[in-house]
Protein backbone atom coordinates (compact mmCIF):
# COMPACT_ATOMS: atom_id res chain seq x y z
CA UNK A 1 0.00 0.00 0.00
CA UNK A 2 2.94 2.47 0.87
CA UNK A 3 4.64 1.44 -1.85
CA UNK A 4 1.34 2.49 -4.24
CA UNK A 5 1.21 5.54 -2.53
CA UNK A 6 5.14 6.63 -3.33
CA UNK A 7 4.35 5.28 -6.91
CA UNK A 8 1.40 7.80 -7.33
CA UNK A 9 3.08 10.36 -5.67
CA UNK A 10 6.01 10.16 -8.05
CA UNK A 11 3.58 10.19 -11.19
CA UNK A 12 1.89 13.13 -9.79
CA UNK A 13 5.08 15.15 -9.41
CA UNK A 14 6.12 14.23 -12.83
CA UNK A 15 2.95 15.19 -14.41
CA UNK A 16 3.29 18.13 -12.61
CA UNK A 17 6.90 19.42 -13.89
CA UNK A 18 5.73 18.06 -17.38
CA UNK A 19 3.07 20.36 -17.35
CA UNK A 20 5.59 23.44 -16.06
CA UNK A 21 7.57 22.55 -18.83
CA UNK A 22 5.07 22.66 -21.32
CA UNK A 23 3.88 25.92 -19.99
CA UNK A 24 7.34 27.37 -19.92
CA UNK A 25 8.22 26.08 -23.78
CA UNK A 26 4.46 27.26 -24.77
CA UNK A 27 5.59 31.20 -23.87
CA UNK A 28 9.26 30.42 -24.90
CA UNK A 29 7.93 29.21 -28.86
CA UNK A 30 5.46 32.65 -29.29
CA UNK A 31 8.26 35.25 -28.01
CA UNK A 32 10.96 33.76 -30.50
CA UNK A 33 8.43 33.67 -33.20
CA UNK A 34 7.27 37.04 -32.35
CA UNK A 35 10.63 38.32 -31.96
CA UNK A 36 11.79 36.54 -35.21
CA UNK A 37 8.96 38.06 -37.17
CA UNK A 38 9.40 41.51 -35.64
CA UNK A 39 12.94 41.44 -36.77
CA UNK A 40 12.14 40.24 -40.43
CA UNK A 41 9.39 42.97 -40.25
CA UNK A 42 11.85 46.04 -39.20
CA UNK A 43 14.43 44.54 -42.23
CA UNK A 44 16.51 43.47 -39.28
CA UNK A 45 17.67 40.44 -40.72
CA UNK A 46 20.61 39.93 -38.90
CA UNK A 47 19.04 39.86 -35.46
CA UNK A 48 16.30 37.83 -37.25
CA UNK A 49 19.35 35.07 -38.21
CA UNK A 50 20.13 34.55 -33.95
CA UNK A 51 16.63 33.81 -33.82
CA UNK A 52 17.56 30.52 -36.15
CA UNK A 53 19.36 27.32 -34.70
CA UNK A 54 22.67 28.05 -36.45
CA UNK A 55 24.82 25.32 -35.27
CA UNK A 56 22.41 22.80 -35.55
CA UNK A 57 23.38 19.69 -38.49
CA UNK A 58 20.48 21.22 -40.06
CA UNK A 59 21.36 24.50 -40.62
CA UNK A 60 25.21 24.55 -40.01
CA UNK A 61 25.73 25.10 -43.86
CA UNK A 62 23.16 27.87 -44.63
CA UNK A 63 24.59 31.02 -46.24
CA UNK A 64 23.31 34.22 -44.60
CA UNK A 65 23.38 35.40 -47.11
CA UNK A 66 20.90 33.36 -48.78
CA UNK A 67 18.83 33.35 -45.94
CA UNK A 68 18.40 37.31 -45.44
CA UNK A 69 17.11 37.16 -49.14
CA UNK A 70 14.55 34.38 -48.23
CA UNK A 71 13.74 36.63 -44.79
CA UNK A 72 12.96 39.22 -47.21
CA UNK A 73 10.76 37.55 -49.43
CA UNK A 74 8.78 36.14 -46.54
CA UNK A 75 8.37 39.67 -45.41
CA UNK A 76 6.67 40.57 -48.33
CA UNK A 77 4.30 37.78 -48.07
CA UNK A 78 3.58 38.72 -44.60
CA UNK A 79 3.15 42.20 -45.20
CA UNK A 80 1.31 41.88 -48.50
CA UNK A 81 -1.42 39.56 -46.59
CA UNK A 82 -1.28 41.28 -42.76
CA UNK A 83 0.09 44.43 -42.82
CA UNK A 84 3.18 44.96 -40.49
CA UNK A 85 0.79 45.42 -37.23
CA UNK A 86 0.57 41.77 -35.62
CA UNK A 87 -0.21 40.24 -32.53
CA UNK A 88 0.75 36.60 -31.38
CA UNK A 89 -0.96 33.92 -29.75
CA UNK A 90 0.41 30.05 -28.95
CA UNK A 91 -1.88 27.38 -30.27
CA UNK A 92 0.33 24.39 -29.47
CA UNK A 93 3.47 22.04 -29.55
CA UNK A 94 3.78 18.57 -30.80
CA UNK A 95 6.26 15.86 -31.61
CA UNK A 96 4.43 13.34 -33.69
CA UNK A 97 5.49 9.58 -33.84
CA UNK A 98 3.95 7.50 -36.86
CA UNK A 99 4.51 4.06 -38.57
CA UNK A 100 4.73 6.49 -41.62
CA UNK A 101 8.50 7.89 -41.80
CA UNK A 102 7.35 10.66 -43.50
CA UNK A 103 4.88 12.01 -40.92
CA UNK A 104 7.02 11.69 -37.74
CA UNK A 105 8.75 14.75 -36.19
CA UNK A 106 12.71 14.90 -36.72
CA UNK A 107 14.03 14.03 -33.73
CA UNK A 108 14.90 16.52 -30.82
CA UNK A 109 13.09 18.67 -32.64
CA UNK A 110 9.10 20.50 -31.58
CA UNK A 111 6.52 21.92 -34.03
CA UNK A 112 4.90 25.13 -32.41
CA UNK A 113 1.29 26.55 -34.44
CA UNK A 114 1.75 30.25 -33.73
CA UNK A 115 -1.57 32.34 -34.58
CA UNK A 116 -0.87 35.66 -35.42
CA UNK A 117 -3.92 38.57 -36.03
CA UNK A 118 -3.66 41.92 -37.55
CA UNK A 119 -7.25 42.60 -35.17
CA UNK A 120 -9.11 41.79 -38.62
CA UNK A 121 -7.36 38.52 -40.02
CA UNK A 122 -5.00 35.85 -38.84
CA UNK A 123 -3.25 33.24 -39.80
CA UNK A 124 -0.75 30.38 -39.01
CA UNK A 125 2.79 30.16 -38.62
CA UNK A 126 4.18 26.61 -38.57
CA UNK A 127 7.31 26.76 -36.57
CA UNK A 128 9.81 23.96 -35.98
CA UNK A 129 12.47 23.89 -32.85
CA UNK A 130 15.43 23.02 -32.02
CA UNK A 131 14.97 20.90 -28.49
CA UNK A 132 18.30 21.10 -27.66
CA UNK A 133 19.06 25.21 -28.32
CA UNK A 134 15.60 26.47 -28.05
CA UNK A 135 15.76 28.26 -31.24
CA UNK A 136 13.83 28.16 -35.22
CA UNK A 137 14.77 25.40 -37.43
CA UNK A 138 12.06 26.43 -39.56
CA UNK A 139 9.27 28.76 -40.23
CA UNK A 140 6.41 29.16 -42.90
CA UNK A 141 2.99 30.04 -42.77
CA UNK A 142 -0.11 27.59 -43.54
CA UNK A 143 -2.68 28.17 -45.71
CA UNK A 144 -4.46 29.89 -43.45
CA UNK A 145 -6.22 33.51 -43.72
CA UNK A 146 -9.77 34.22 -42.05
CA UNK A 147 -11.56 36.84 -40.55
CA UNK A 148 -11.41 37.40 -36.61
CA UNK A 149 -14.38 36.03 -35.39
CA UNK A 150 -16.78 37.51 -32.83
CA UNK A 151 -15.84 36.16 -29.27
CA UNK A 152 -19.40 37.26 -27.54
CA UNK A 153 -21.06 33.98 -28.90
CA UNK A 154 -18.45 31.64 -28.04
CA UNK A 155 -18.69 32.84 -24.58
CA UNK A 156 -22.65 33.32 -24.44
CA UNK A 157 -22.25 29.36 -25.67
CA UNK A 158 -19.68 28.71 -23.00
CA UNK A 159 -21.86 29.79 -19.87
CA UNK A 160 -25.09 27.52 -21.36
CA UNK A 161 -22.01 24.59 -21.89
CA UNK A 162 -21.22 25.19 -17.81
CA UNK A 163 -24.44 24.19 -17.14
CA UNK A 164 -24.33 20.61 -18.01
CA UNK A 165 -20.88 19.57 -15.16
CA UNK A 166 -23.22 21.86 -12.64
CA UNK A 167 -25.94 19.83 -12.95
CA UNK A 168 -24.16 16.54 -13.23
CA UNK A 169 -22.19 17.58 -9.99
CA UNK A 170 -25.84 18.06 -8.42
CA UNK A 171 -26.89 14.61 -10.13
CA UNK A 172 -24.41 12.97 -8.07
CA UNK A 173 -24.60 14.85 -4.71
CA UNK A 174 -28.22 13.69 -5.31
CA UNK A 175 -26.88 10.01 -5.70
CA UNK A 176 -24.49 10.47 -2.53
CA UNK A 177 -27.36 11.09 -0.29
CA UNK A 178 -29.98 8.74 -1.67
CA UNK A 179 -30.61 5.13 -0.42
CA UNK A 180 -30.19 3.72 -4.03
CA UNK A 181 -27.84 0.68 -4.13
CA UNK A 182 -24.84 0.57 -6.24
CA UNK A 183 -23.95 4.01 -6.07
CA UNK A 184 -20.39 3.58 -8.08
CA UNK A 185 -21.97 2.50 -10.98
CA UNK A 186 -24.73 5.29 -11.22
CA UNK A 187 -21.52 7.88 -10.82
CA UNK A 188 -20.19 6.27 -13.95
CA UNK A 189 -23.35 6.41 -15.54
CA UNK A 190 -23.24 10.34 -14.56
CA UNK A 191 -19.72 10.73 -16.07
CA UNK A 192 -19.89 8.81 -19.00
CA UNK A 193 -23.01 9.46 -20.84
CA UNK A 194 -23.27 12.45 -21.66
CA UNK A 195 -24.33 12.00 -25.33
CA UNK A 196 -24.70 13.26 -28.29
CA UNK A 197 -22.66 16.31 -28.02
CA UNK A 198 -23.17 19.61 -29.59
CA UNK A 199 -19.66 21.74 -30.41
CA UNK A 200 -19.54 25.56 -31.08
CA UNK A 201 -16.18 26.35 -32.94
CA UNK A 202 -15.43 30.54 -32.71
CA UNK A 203 -14.54 30.19 -36.41
CA UNK A 204 -16.71 26.92 -37.97
CA UNK A 205 -19.68 27.51 -35.42
CA UNK A 206 -21.82 25.08 -34.48
CA UNK A 207 -21.81 21.12 -35.00
CA UNK A 208 -23.10 17.96 -33.85
CA UNK A 209 -22.37 14.56 -33.20
CA UNK A 210 -24.35 11.93 -32.32
CA UNK A 211 -21.53 9.44 -31.17
CA UNK A 212 -19.62 11.49 -29.63
CA UNK A 213 -19.35 10.94 -25.67
CA UNK A 214 -17.98 13.85 -23.65
CA UNK A 215 -16.76 12.34 -19.87
CA UNK A 216 -15.63 13.99 -17.36
CA UNK A 217 -18.82 15.53 -16.27
CA UNK A 218 -20.10 16.37 -20.13
CA UNK A 219 -18.09 19.28 -20.69
CA UNK A 220 -14.56 19.96 -22.73
CA UNK A 221 -12.83 23.13 -24.03
CA UNK A 222 -9.85 24.83 -25.73
CA UNK A 223 -8.86 28.34 -26.15
CA UNK A 224 -5.65 28.42 -28.51
CA UNK A 225 -6.18 31.08 -30.70
CA UNK A 226 -9.37 32.07 -32.58
CA UNK A 227 -8.71 28.73 -34.46
CA UNK A 228 -8.43 26.55 -31.40
CA UNK A 229 -11.46 27.92 -29.57
CA UNK A 230 -13.98 25.27 -29.24
CA UNK A 231 -16.62 24.29 -26.26
CA UNK A 232 -18.15 21.17 -26.66
CA UNK A 233 -20.76 19.25 -24.47
CA UNK A 234 -22.76 16.44 -24.25
CA UNK A 235 -26.27 15.77 -23.07
CA UNK A 236 -26.43 15.02 -20.32
CA UNK A 237 -28.27 11.19 -20.64
CA UNK A 238 -26.96 9.55 -17.32
CA UNK A 239 -27.33 12.57 -14.71
CA UNK A 240 -31.05 13.47 -16.64
CA UNK A 241 -31.78 9.48 -16.10
CA UNK A 242 -31.33 9.74 -12.55
CA UNK A 243 -32.20 12.57 -11.69
CA UNK A 244 -35.44 11.15 -12.63
CA UNK A 245 -34.98 8.07 -10.89
CA UNK A 246 -34.42 9.77 -7.22
CA UNK A 247 -37.38 12.44 -8.09
CA UNK A 248 -39.49 9.69 -8.43
CA UNK A 249 -38.00 7.78 -5.41
CA UNK A 250 -38.97 10.73 -3.68
CA UNK A 251 -42.13 11.30 -4.86
CA UNK A 252 -43.14 7.18 -3.86
CA UNK A 253 -41.56 7.53 -0.58
CA UNK A 254 -43.87 10.14 0.00
CA UNK A 255 -46.82 8.72 -0.82
CA UNK A 256 -46.45 6.16 1.46
CA UNK A 257 -45.92 8.41 4.14
CA UNK A 258 -49.21 9.99 2.92
CA UNK A 259 -50.73 6.89 3.00
CA UNK A 260 -49.46 6.17 6.69
CA UNK A 261 -51.45 8.46 7.85
Known amino acids: MRRSKQITLTVLILSLLTGCDFIKNAFTYKDKTKGFIESVLKKDYNNAIGYFAMEHEIAKDSNSEEMKASFARFREIIVKDFGTDLDFTFMNAEKKFSTKEEENTAPNTTVALIEFSNGKEFGIFKVVFDDKSGKILNINTLDVKKPVPSMIYFWLFGLVALCVP ?68 GIPLGGLYWFWKIRQRKIEVAETEVAAY
Do not use: H
Open 166 to 233: IFNIYVIRQIKKSDLRKKKLKYIAVFVFNVPALTYAAVSGFSFNILSFQILLGLSFSYMGYLGSVWTF
